[in-house]
């Protein structure tokens, strides 16, 4: 028996991770706050690929409840893939946004994975197989004016990954930073960034999945999905970094001024 386990499974990318692992035939536990979302994929999933599904509801932000997805996470040894997926950021000058939300955003993309990350990687490396995916973002690689505090999560996420990477060689377990570009999600509306007339060029969450599970085999430590994104990936590295600054700042007050 396999099992993984899915934060964020409730839609978008977590949710297609969650129909690839249950198709190739893993045990899933989902993990999310929206209860009823993961009741309803679990139902569907069980039907269909005749897998055990297990529904955990949890607000990451919240430090009793990820204490329990640790928990389930340390003590059961059938643990195979945690994807650490569950994420959100705000669009926003830094001093206008809620402090609260920030705080929030932090404890998500930042605590709740990291402490997942050490809930599952002991006993992997015991077992000598398992791999964990962190779900970082393009905008790792820079950092992005308005929307500072969820770049610089997501920068945190690909060096911490990569950093373990170093760590587990020849343990058997496998680290990797999923950097994707723009994915055709719940994450822009709850960002608050308007893809009106945006969304032709943006990637399916399935295909997403597909190369991230694909690099994994590989062993890849960081998986950009996208011919196009890994081209500007490398665009990226090459560029002066005042320059990629600005560039984005350029970006983002034109977005910005769409949704005003
Ligand atoms: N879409 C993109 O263009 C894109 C690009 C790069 C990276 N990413 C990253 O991909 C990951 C998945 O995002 P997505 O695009 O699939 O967006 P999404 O559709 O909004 O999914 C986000 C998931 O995170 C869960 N979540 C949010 N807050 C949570 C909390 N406090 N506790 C537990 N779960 C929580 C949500 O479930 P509940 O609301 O039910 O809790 C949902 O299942 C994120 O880490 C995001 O930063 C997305």
Known sequence: MKRAVITGASSGIGQAFAERLANDGYDVVLVARRRERLEALAS??????????????????????????????????SIELLVNNAGFGKIGAYGDLDL??????????????????HAAIHGMVVRQRGAIINVSSIVALLPVPFLATYSASKAYVKSFTEAIHEELKGTGVKVQAL?????????????????TNQLSSWMDPKLVVDESLCALQKDKVICVPGAINRVNALIMSLLPRALLRSAAAHRMRKLRAQIA
């Open 44 to 77: 569907v999933l069980r039907d269909t690929c005749g897998v055990a599904i297990d529904v955990l509801p949890a607000d990451l932000t919240n430090s009793s409840d990820l204490k329990a997805v640790e928990q389930k996470i340390h003590e059961d040894s």
């Open 179 to 195: 950097c994707p570009s723009r994915t055709r999600t719940e994450f822009h509306e709850q960002a608050g960034i308007d893809t």
């Open 100 to 117: 609260d939300i920030e705080d929030e955003e932090i404890r998500l993309n930042i605590l709740a994975l990291m402490r997942l990350t």
